[in-house]
């Protein structure tokens, strides 16, 4: 730096920041030696605040504004510095100009799928992302915990931070909403609002204000996509005869269009044959619901009787068990039974279904 560039820096006394970027969030005044007249001009403009430190500590703070520099108007600086009676001299200190705007449509994103719990499909891997915005709440919080004494900061800077943060924070709020799958499309908004008031706080702390927190995207691995889809598709073919016969008459249309076809008689008899082979299959489902309607209904089944035996109830007995009992005389004619939807016991020779039972039992061999 030659003489004229060092008294030209010395006695400059206008202080600003015209921002010329896009992300730009800390930017230092260069002076030489850091060196600042008195009554120098200091122009902050909308979205920006000044900051003046002294030996790395944080003194004064100017909001938007145009400024003439006195020790009225810097009283912490004044007082750091021992100008109980005034100054007028050049002094030294650091000045950064924080962007106080908002620094919108920043991205996050999980990189690898995030492991979850869902209450219809169980276990399931989630991809998510979308996009923040943000600002400087307090600057002097944010230069002490973040940009520190780095002259130019930007948002690249902390985006990686911040996009972290995002996720880990966003992840766990859409696992403790316990939304199905399937239903977070449709509540974004109440789970981003969710989010943000989980990660708001420690923004905070880094002197940021998170202002937007938007969700554009909650995904599945492909495969469980891909199972989704024919699931989907089921449900909206419904009628498969309708199906089928839509399917046959797009083939036949695409037959139709196909140069090497056998022309206007390949494609007349191609349609007859598949509209042929339509009817079929259609014919095919409605045999098969008219069979299952001319089926003959169940066969009944046996009845059962009760035995007494003994005097003590025995049984139920089926009808070979009862022809068996009358083989060996347990069973008589006038032995009392009973089968379901009688009044009362009775003896076996009065029911007629019993006759031909009593009926089989063999005369006594001849002595």
Do not use: C, H
Request: glycine letters at 8%; aromatic letters at 10%; a negative charge.
């Amino acid at each position: 730096m030659g003489l004229f560039d060092k008294l030209r820096n010395e006695f400059v006394d206008i202080i600003e920041w015209v921002d010329g970027t896009q992300d730009s969030i800390v930017w230092k005044f260069p002076r030489y030696q850091n060196e600042i007249k008195m009554n120098s001009k200091l122009t902050v403009r909308e979205s920006q605040v000044a900051v003046f430190m002294n030996e790395g500590k944080v003194a004064d703070i100017f909001p938007p504004g145009m400024y003439s520099l006195t020790t009225q108007n810097m009283p912490i600086l004044s007082t750091l510095k021992g100008w109980a009676y005034g100054f007028n001299s050049p002094f030294k200190a650091d000045v950064y100009f924080v962007s106080t705007r908002q620094f919108i449509n920043q991205k996050w994103g999980t990189m690898n799928p995030v492991m979850m719990r869902d209450a219809e499909f169980g276990p399931v891997r989630l991809r998510a992302f979308g996009s923040f915005a943000f600002r400087v709440k307090d600057a002097g919080v944010f230069l002490k915990e973040v940009s520190a004494t780095n002259p130019d900061f930007s948002a690249e800077n902390i985006s990686t931070q911040l996009r972290n943060l995002a996720v880990s924070r966003g992840m766990e709020a859409i696992a403790e909403a316990k939304i199905p799958v399937l239903d977070i499309a449709s509540q974004y908004e109440e789970v981003s609002t969710i989010i943000t008031g989980k990660i708001k706080s420690e923004f905070e702390e880094l002197g940021l204000e998170l202002t937007k927190f938007l969700i554009e995207n909650v995904s599945l691995p492909p495969e469980v996509e891909a199972a989704l889809d024919k699931r989907s598709s089921i449900g909206i073919v419904g009628n498969l005869n309708a199906y089928t016969q839509f399917q046959v008459a797009n083939s036949l249309e695409k037959s139709a269009e196909n140069p090497g076809g056998g022309g206007t008689v390949g494609a007349g008899v191609g349609a007859g044959i598949g509209l042929g082979i339509a009817g079929q299959l259609a014919g095919m489902f409605q045999n098969n619901q008219a069979t299952n309607s001319n089926m003959p209904p169940p066969l009944q089944t046996e009845t059962e009787f009760f035995v007494a035996i003994d005097g003590k109830q025995a049984g139920p007995f089926s009808q070979q068990q009862l022809t068996q009992l009358v083989s060996n005389n347990t069973l008589q004619p006038q032995t009392l039974v009973w089968k379901k939807g009688m009044n009362g016991w009775a003896a076996a020779n009065t029911l007629p279904e019993l006759a031909a039972i009593l009926n089989s039992a063999p005369p006594p061999l001849p002595m």
